[in-house]
């Protein structure tokens, strides 16, 4: 089962940031969080991962709060081909084959 | 970036036949490569993990005679399908690690129905 919660849906006007939000209250000190989106009809894609400091890529910034039971994805300038379903997984970075258990996700709908 | 690929990305076929998906790394060597099934409007779910040259590590209640995997060069693995019937419609998505534990890169899907 996956170890995340997120809302189901949420939108965003295009060029405005994007808030995404995940519950991992149960995560342990080994894992990791990983945030992965899937446009209609093709395989995931990697955006970020993240143990306890906050991350920034080209694509993202991943905040996690300093309990680490939180975090927030946040694509700072949404276009429309950022509409997607975003999956947000806590992954044991240390153990031997590590799944990724993939939850509902959230669907993310970036509107002109 | 890590690509992968899969072949057929589309496949149709007839209840009671067989169907091969491909899954390749292209520039770099997989050790692991795992295989997911995502049904519509569902998440994807895992169904087996597959080291080079052992046998694939199937996830509970997945039948390992069903869904043959092939995992036999550090860039190809292969999910046969056997006798298929039309509840094994789905989209079937691979990836591939450089190790057990790293980060995972996804295939496109192949999408297979059959009638």
């Known amino acids: 089962d996956a170890k995340t919660t997120q809302p189901p849906s949420m939108d965003c006007a295009e060029g405005r940031a994007a808030n995404l939000p995940c519950n991992h209250s149960?995560?342990?000190?080994?894992?990791?969080v990983y945030w992965y989106r899937q446009i209609h009809s093709q395989g995931p894609q990697y955006i970020i991962h993240g143990l306890k400091n906050n991350e920034t890529n080209e694509m993202a910034s991943l905040i996690i709060t300093e309990d680490r039971k939180s975090s927030t994805l946040i694509l700072p300038h949404a276009t429309l081909r950022d509409t997607a379903v975003y999956y947000c997984?806590?992954?044991?970075?240390?153990?031997?084959?590590?799944?990724?258990?993939f939850g509902k996700g959230i669907t993310l709908s970036v509107r002109p | 970036g890590a690509v992968v690929s899969q072949h057929p990305s589309r496949v149709i076929c007839k209840s009671g036949t067989s169907v091969k998906i491909e899954c390749r790394s292209l520039d770099f060597q997989a050790t692991t490569m795992f295989w997911y099934r995502q049904f519509p409007k569902k998440s994807l779910m895992l169904m087996a993990t597959?080291?080079?040259?052992?046998?694939?590590?199937?996830e509970q209640g997945v039948e390992k005679d069903k869904f043959l995997i092939n995992h036999a060069s550090l860039t190809l693995s292969t999910l046969t399908v056997t006798s298929a019937h039309p509840e094994d419609s789905s989209f079937y998505i691979c990836?591939?690690?450089?190790?057990?534990?790293?980060?995972?890169?996804f295939g496109p899907g192949t999408r297979l129905t059959v009638t």
């Open positions: 597959s080291n080079e040259g052992s046998k694939a590590t199937y």
């Open positions: 997984i806590v992954r044991d970075d240390t153990g031997a084959n590590s799944k990724l258990t």
């Open positions: 149960t995560i342990s000190g080994n894992e990791y």
């Open positions: 990836s591939a690690s450089l190790t057990a534990i790293g980060e995972q890169y």
